[in-house]
């Protein structure tokens, strides 16, 4: 059963978007809401995985300035079994089943040249059911964003439900 966002869930979702670490009060104020509310509304939309609250790390300023996205090519019957091989590794932060040109696809971090090298001609290698893989090198971040708003069709809906 999915559970529906009530305009209230969402105004609480743009609220912590805008500010992770904003005080319950402050929401509660800002939302014309009791405290108790907000606490218990927040607790529904965090245990079920509406929202989650991390600290987001800067690669580039932790020293990985290596930032690449590899497709990778993969025998059919395999590609569960490469999407979860790829989990330990801790250069790997995304990897996600894909359709189009590749089965699997990867986003990862690197200190060097010599470890991304290191990472596909051994760890790679060593998978079982890569066929093959393309490299993508970010140059450059334009946009980076982590936290996801509802989809706007939602949000009108709820706007007019208010």
């Known amino acids: 059963m999915v559970t529906k966002l009530s305009p209230l869930d969402i105004d609480i979702i743009r609220c ?8 319950l009060v402050q929401v509660a104020r800002a939302l014309e809401q009791p405290e108790s509310t907000i606490r218990h509304r927040l607790a529904r939309l965090v245990r079920e995985g509406f929202i989650e609250f991390v600290a987001v790390s800067d690669p580039l300023k932790l020293g990985y300035p290596l ?7 993969v025998e059919l019957a395999r590609i569960r079994d490469v999407a979860a091989a790829l ?4 250069e790997v932060y995304f990897v996600g089943i894909t ?3 590749h089965e699997v696809f990867i986003s990862a971090v690197f200190r ?3 470890e991304l090298f290191e990472f596909i001609t051994d760890k790679l290698a060593a998978i079982p059911g890569i066929l ?12 980076r964003r982590i936290g996801m708003l509802p989809p706007a069709m ?8 208010k």
Do not use: M
């Not at 939602?154 to 439900?161: D, L, P, V």
């Open 112 to 114: 060097s040249n010599e």
């Open 99 to 101: 359709s189009g040109a």
């Open 16 to 23: 912590f978007h805008e500010d992770a670490r904003a005080p």
């Open 87 to 90: 989990d330990p590794f801790p």
């Open 132 to 143: 093959g893989s393309t490299t993508y090198h970010f140059l450059a971040v334009t946009k």
């Open 67 to 73: 930032w690449v996205n590899i497709g990778l090519h």
């Open 154 to 161: 939602e949000a009108a809906e709820a706007e007019g439900g």
